[in-house]
């Protein structure tokens, strides 16, 4: 079964950095591009990263303070969040592939707060 | 950016009515278009992707429908589990875009 689990979310004060993971399961991780989603509270989905085998690309509001990475031998994916913001107060999801990504992780709460 | 247009932002439905949400893009991007279920404090699930093409084990009364820049996902003979809030999201370039989603409620 495809499973993809994220982890390191907390409270971090503003200016502050976190890693995020994910880690997968079920599949040949290295073969796929891996995306992180956000949520704010109370509000819609916002693309954030995808690593793909041609680059890493990212949402404006997050270039030069995010970088995504990927270690295949683990298989797992991880997000780099520095210079964080209030505004970054959100659920993180990682989710699989390229175009419309099919399988979602559960997410992990990154709370941006003094 | 390419900018996602949904609407309506909220829908309130009864069940067994049929139900059409739409988006519409900033731009032409064929057919990169995908539409996603998501219920309160879980992860979206994908539904459709390529605009018409349905996830397996996804019931049949979902369908999508359209081409370049204007997209339909429609609801057919609405079920209480479709209750949730839908959103569609374009794969055409980078940065990805959502649209504002469309919360479905009785």
């Known amino acids: 079964e495809v499973e993809l689990l994220e982890s390191g979310g907390g409270l971090v004060q503003p200016g502050g950095s976190l890693r995020l993971s994910c880690a997968a399961s079920?599949?040949?991780?290295?073969?796929?591009?891996m995306n992180w989603v956000r949520q704010a509270p109370g509000k819609g989905l916002e693309w954030v990263s995808i690593?793909?085998?041609?680059?890493?690309h990212y949402a404006d509001s997050v270039k030069g303070r995010f970088t995504v990475s990927r270690d295949d031998s683990k298989s797992t994916l991880y997000l780099y969040m520095n210079s964080l913001r209030v505004d970054d107060t959100a659920v993180y999801y990682c989710?699989?592939?390229?175009?419309?990504?099919?399988?979602w992780g559960q997410g992990t709460t990154v709370t941006v707060s003094s | 950016a390419i900018q996602m247009t949904q609407s309506p932002s909220s829908l309130s439905v009864s069940v067994g009515d049929t139900v059409t949400i739409t988006c519409r893009a900033g731009?032409?991007?064929?057919?990169?278009l995908g539409w996603y279920q998501q219920k309160p404090g879980r992860a979206p699930k994908l539904l459709i992707f390529?605009?018409?093409s349905l996830l397996s084990g996804v019931p049949s009364r979902f369908s999508g429908s359209g081409s370049g820049t204007h997209f339909t996902l429609t609801i057919s003979s609405l079920q209480p589990e479709d209750l949730a809030t839908y959103y569609c999201?374009?794969?055409?370039?980078?940065?990805?875009?959502f649209g504002q989603g469309t919360k479905v409620e009785v």
């Open positions: 989710a699989k592939g390229l175009g419309q990504p099919e399988v």
């Open positions: 079920g599949f040949i991780f290295s073969k796929y591009a």
């Open positions: 690593t793909t085998y041609y680059g890493d």
């Open positions: 731009q032409d991007i064929g057919n990169d």
């Open positions: 390529d605009t018409f």
């Open positions: 999201l374009q794969s055409y370039n980078y940065p990805r875009t």
